[in-house]
């Protein structure tokens, strides 16, 4: 039986082993939520970035650029990192380069697994259909919050885990802690995450909208997995 | 109102500041909590050392050596990891190296802390008194199993953060999910941590009965802190 484990921090990944693996990158507010609302929202493909000028530079090439810093759209950039911007028309049959604090280093990050999946509650149900038909050992990486844990990624990976738990089995204590608390959130997650210092950062922020947004399960059927170096949305190619 | 934080793993210690700081190190299976014992049955002062040539060099300097490799007992040394090995009078008035996979790794790291204090279940109430004395930030740096998360060390964390929850303010997430977790398991905490890779990995070492004795709560009124080169008992010299 293949196994699933979380990484709580992309400070950690050098502790596993990611050959050969699935690797589902999370960043639940916002990066990951954000591609998977542009691709359910007719992006082609999102190339993750992990700095500022080298998203700046996909501009030459046709694309669509993306920027967000310390949670906010940085100057220069056609969007930032609010998954409501992607829902106008705006990004149908484009390509998007997108660089954010957090999520997209941590897809970065995990080019070395055999498989990176996009994972965010909006598509819990489609990565998780993917995990039990690829059969293969699973790690969840958290994109954390400059390297530390952060609840609400956790809580995605104690979701995950909650949907495999029957076909996967369980190799570390922190897949063990997020399915606890996965289960002690899920009647409210929003209320679960109020105390919540990233919450509280991005309610200060006045995104209070995002977050709700953010937390809502299986709203898409969406797939984005890497491919040699890009994300494409592997449920729109199957159709 | 002085702040509590926790740190999952040494891997992340270079994300907190630990000037003018607290820090709680803490690796319940069992080095802590084999520290606190050996204090209680009357140790002079103990010497974390990282590695097992600088441990077995201290007994030139008529100190007893202890050492821990991967949950046993490390060749050529007095005592392994189990806090029973203290208890029968051999450690009155001595001098202890010990060197341990996790748990000294965790203390010598935290060498830039104001004040660093040694923790597990068995002298929780002590070290939470000192910290309310102290009212300076704590971090809770946890020893984790060879950089990853585990349950154990974040279970102590959360019965910290009960402890002190109306003296200290939370700042961030691992702090919060501590406390849930903590809260979750505290009603039967050896049942919680049953199904915990590192408790399993222990279990099958045959020392189940360690486990246990490390899981209890205020057994001990010890208070093990760093000075200069060495840990020693505050309580001890207290009275």
Not at 23 to 50: C, E
Not at 81 to 95: I, K
Not at 125 to 152: M, P
């Amino acid at each position: 039986m293949a196994s699933i484990d979380v990484c709580y921090s992309p400070e950690l990944l050098h502790l596993y082993d990611l050959e050969g693996k699935a690797v589902v990158a999370v960043d639940i507010l916002r990066a990951t939520s954000t591609m998977v609302t542009a691709f359910a929202h007719g992006a082609r493909d999102i190339f993750p970035v992990m700095d500022l000028e080298e998203c700046r530079a996909f501009s030459q090439k046709g694309c669509l650029t993306a920027a967000e810093r310390n949670g906010i759209k940085a100057d220069g950039f056609d969007f930032g990192n609010s998954p409501f911007s992607y829902m106008n028309g705006a990004v149908e049959s484009q390509s998007i380069a997108i660089t954010t604090t957090n999520g997209t280093r941590a897809i970065r990050l995990s080019e070395a697994a055999e498989e990176v999946v996009v994972g965010s509650f909006l598509n819990l149900r489609t990565v998780a259909s993917h995990l039990k038909e690829l059969q293969i050992d699973v790690v969840v990486v958290c994109a954390g919050w400059k390297g530390q844990f952060n609840l609400e990624d956790t809580l995605f990976a104690g979701a995950l885990v909650e949907c495999l738990e029957k076909s996967f089995a369980f190799e570390n204590d922190a897949t063990l802690a997020s399915l606890h608390l996965y289960q002690a959130a899920k009647s409210d997650v929003f209320s679960f995450l109020k105390q919540s210092s990233h919450v509280r950062r991005l309610e200060n922020l006045g995104i209070h909208e995002d977050i709700q947004f953010c937390l809502q399960h299986n709203l898409y059927e969406v797939l984005p997995v890497w491919r040699h170096d890009r994300l494409v949305d592997l449920a729109a190619v199957k159709n």
